[in-house]
């Protein structure tokens, strides 16, 4: 006895194309809602700092390019804690602001290679043509 299944052989498969952009969307639906609602296994920020992200990376800017200054780039504490007192922030603020973020990898990143680039621009700024301002070019001679 030939056995075939009503349902798949009463249609053409022309009939089964609705069928199945119907289920297709729904699975990129169903994927896409699993995907916002899961952590992807990287860690996030533990709750709130005291100190916004602008705040902590004008900061660590300041004590960087200060720290520039001094051999092997070893801020000492008087100067560190005078950063501090003109920025309004205390020590404490800062550790809490990485104890608070430091896991969130994206995050934190993002604030290094903010402060690295910051900090750059700062100790190393472009030279500038005395007459009209525009950087040099490589291989042009002032004058």
Not at 90 to 96: G, I, K, M, P, V
Request: aromatic share 4%; net charge negative.
């Amino acid at each position: 006895m030939h056995l075939t299944t009503p349902f798949l052989s009463s249609r053409s498969p022309s009939a089964l194309a609705p069928l199945s952009l119907a289920v297709r969307s729904l699975m990129i639906a169903l994927l896409t809602a699993l995907l916002v609602g899961c952590d992807l296994g990287l860690p996030s920020s533990e709750g709130e700092a005291e100190l916004s992200r602008d705040q902590f990376v004008e900061t660590y800017v300041e004590l960087r390019v200060a720290a520039a200054g001094w051999e092997g780039a070893q801020l000492p504490e008087e100067e560190r804690d005078r950063i501090l007192a003109e920025q309004q922030i205390s020590a404490d603020q800062l550790r809490e602001f990485v104890h608070v973020h430091g896991r969130n990898v994206p995050f934190m990143n993002g604030i290094w290679n903010e402060v690295s680039e910051r900090v750059s621009a700062r100790l190393d700024p472009p030279d500038l043509d005395e007459e009209d301002g525009d950087p040099l070019t490589p291989g042009q001679v002032e004058g």
